[in-house]
Nanobody
Framework: QVQLVESGGGLVQPGGSLRLSCAASGNIFSVNNMAWYRQDPGKQRELVARITKQGDTNYAASVQGRFTISRDNAKNTVYLQMNRLTPEDAAGYYC?????????????????WGQGTQVTVSS
């Protein structure tokens, strides 16, 4: 089994910064693409940023230049540095990873989600 555990959400004033972390653990063979999504109640989950194992990144237009995704492959951890936050950035933030894992004598892969961490931007 594989688990993704997020941390780092909270309350921040407009213009402030937060750093989210997400660590994958379990019978991991390899963690491939990792990403952050966000979702407001009643809305679709949207991609915020994605990073490949090699470090290639892409961002939603709304966060380009303000957010930075990075990863530590040795720790199977992805980060999201969020700067110049606005109330429109407030949402539940969810980590996603495509993980290859040991299943007995085989290696299988699947998509996993973290439990989510809330980001609130308010004065």
């Amino acid at each position: 089994q594989v688990q993704l555990v997020e941390s780092g959400g909270g309350l921040v004033q407009p213009g402030g910064s937060l750093r989210l972390s997400c660590a994958a653990s379990g019978n991991i063979f390899s963690v491939n693409n990792m990403a952050w999504y966000r979702q407001d109640p009643g809305k679709q989950r949207e991609l915020v940023a994605r990073i490949t194992k090699q470090g290639d990144t892409n961002y939603a237009a709304s966060v380009q230049g303000r957010f930075t995704i990075s990863r530590d492959n040795a720790k199977n951890t992805v980060y999201l540095q969020m700067n110049r936050l606005t109330p429109e950035d407030a949402a539940g933030y969810y980590c996603h990873a495509h993980v290859a894992y040991y299943a007995g004598d085989a290696v299988r892969s699947d998509d996993y989600w973290g439990q989510g961490t809330q980001v609130t931007v308010s004065s």
